[in-house]
């Protein structure tokens, strides 16, 4: 049973390893209250080298009984989760935002995004379609050879080793979209929480636990650690026992933890999230319509979190122009406007702050406008811009600003617009502005774009990413580390599954999902063909 206290709201600083509250011993992390950059209690002991072996030898332990778990077992505790977090109540957002300087509405909002992406989930156990349950009945008789009985099954690839995001501590951390989704396929998970939000990591942490406990489902499904040590991150990615990774951060620590899966003796998928700058192409049918109304939505998006969104737009394409000229008119005013939003860490800040002088200080960039200042660690918006020849001429202008930046790249015709467009890299996001007359260039763009994001939307912006059956979260290198998944919406699961294939064996050997006469009413193929529950 878990020893974890779950209601009570208070953070130990303790590692969860199977269930048991541990603490861990390879040196201690502190949180840091985000508006003042002041130390939170209480400190969390990082795990040491023999407790990350523990909690990946209980994962291992637990896989097998774990993913042959009956799916409505597994909805159940996912929906228990749910319940769980909710009911954590004002423990949970406030030390949330007192770590991360996040207003309270964006976390009671994220709150409920992670409650219903696990509820989500829970619904598509339910279905039982992710299974993809295929049956090719053999024919003894086919000439010239007889066909063998072949059946097939998607199972769980083995525990995950999943990194908590900084700039989502709730929808994209220890419950998040990776964690449901592998809980989902039957795969065991090792959480790393990020060290910018330890207490909610516990707290949320906590929360699983003790749905692992009251589900009747053994302890190693679940684990959180805490690491002061980076070798213990790498530890985690190298050890036999994971055989996936998920991870949102930084290009230079996907990078890093991609090199360990590859290098290994048995090398594994990992997923991750990684930079963006989710280009906003502008029309000029569009601009010349609605340039004014565009630049403010425009800025709402930018600073939206403090523009720490891996869909912020920082990147907007258009044709010079009149249009063009209106629309930063009113874009530099309304930046200029932005009140200054604290950022996360004060290590991002201080990112921030670089990468924005760097801009300024381009010798083929011209500053259009700066937001408020604000505290300590707030983000001061920029608006900066350049010609299309600039841009391809110097590919640093390509680089993620990881905040409320943004350039505007003035491209003298729709030729300049595309070899623009051909030179991006992989994009998360593609935001179209057009009007009825633009329809045809927009047209003639759209095999580029589909090469080179994975979302394309029209009329809006990025930083909005609903959970649905229909959302791809990702796109091609560098946005993610394999453009053929999404890290958000039930597709999502498929990055923790694998096929196995069945053939002739005795009924008493087939996973019962396959049996004849589908006993479990699952969607299956048979010989090709839907074949009803």
Request: proline share 5%; aromatic share 6%.
């Amino acid at each position: 049973m878990a020893d974890t206290t779950l209601h009570s709201g208070t953070i130990s600083g303790d590692l969860l390893i199977a269930g048991h509250a541990e603490r861990g011993t390879g040196g201690v992390l502190r949180g840091v209250d985000a508006s003042s950059g002041a130390a939170l209690e209480p400190g969390f002991g990082g795990a040491s080298k023999a407790q990350l072996d523990a909690a990946c030898a209980a994962a291992w332990e637990a896989f097998d009984a774990y993913r042959e778990t009956g799916l409505e077992q597994r909805a159940a505790f996912l929906e228990h989760i749910a319940g769980n977090i909710l009911e954590l109540g004002d423990a949970l957002i406030d030390r949330c935002v007192a770590e991360t300087g996040l207003p309270r509405p964006r976390i009671e909002g994220e709150r409920a995004r992670t409650a219903g992406q696990l509820r989500l989930f829970a619904g598509v156990l339910r279905d039982g379609g992710f299974l993809d349950l295929r049956i090719d009945p053999a024919q003894p008789d086919r000439k010239p050879l007889p066909r063998v009985d072949l059946r097939l099954r998607n199972i769980a690839i083995g525990p995950v080793a999943v990194f908590g995001a900084s700039n989502f501590p709730l929808a994209f951390s220890v419950a998040g979209g990776d964690t449901a989704s592998a809980l989902a396929a039957g795969c065991p998970v090792i959480v790393k929480a990020h060290e910018a939000h330890p207490g909610t990591s516990e707290l949320v942490g906590g929360a699983i636990a003790e749905a692992v406990s009251a589900c009747g489902l053994p302890g190693g499904v679940f684990s959180l650690i805490f690491a002061e040590d980076r070798a213990i991150a790498q530890a985690l990615v190298a050890d036999p026992r994971i055989k996936a990774v998920g991870f949102t951060g930084s290009r230079a620590g996907g990078l890093a933890l991609m090199k360990i899966a590859q290098e290994r003796h048995e090398p594994i998928p990992v997923y991750a999230e990684m930079s963006s700058i989710n280009p906003v192409i502008l029309f000029e049918g569009a601009l010349a319509e609605r340039a004014a109304a565009i630049a403010p939505a425009f800025a709402a998006a930018l600073s939206m979190g403090a523009g720490q969104f891996c869909t912020n737009p920082g990147l907007i394409l258009a044709i010079d122009g009149p249009g063009l000229d209106r629309f930063l008119g009113a874009a530099a005013e309304a930046v200029a406007a932005l009140p200054g939003a604290g950022m996360l860490t004060p290590g991002i800040h201080a990112a921030y702050d670089r990468a924005t002088a760097s801009l300024a200080a381009h010798s083929q960039v011209a500053t259009l406008a700066r937001g408020k200042t604000g505290g300590t660690y707030a983000c001061q918006a920029a608006l900066f811009s350049t010609t299309a020849v600039d841009f391809l001429a110097h590919r640093t202008l390509q680089e993620e600003v990881f905040g409320a930046a943004s350039l505007v790249v003035r491209c003298a015709d729709i030729g300049s617009l595309h070899k623009v467009i051909e030179a991006l890299e992989g994009q998360l996001t593609v935001s179209l502005h057009l009007a009825e007359s633009d329809i045809e260039n927009a047209r003639l763009l759209m095999p580029l774009l589909e090469r080179k994001v994975g979302r394309i939307l029209a009329g809006g912006f990025g930083t909005g990413v609903e959970v649905g059956h229909a959302m791809v979260h990702g796109g091609p290198y560098p946005a993610t580390s394999d453009g053929r998944s999404t890290s958000v919406g039930s597709l999502a699961i498929h990055r923790f599954l694998r096929p196995v294939s069945y053939q002739d064996l005795p009924q008493a050997l087939l996973p019962e999902a396959l049996h004849d006469g589908n006993p479990l009413a699952l969607p299956r193929l048979l010989d090709g063909k839907a074949a009803a529950g």
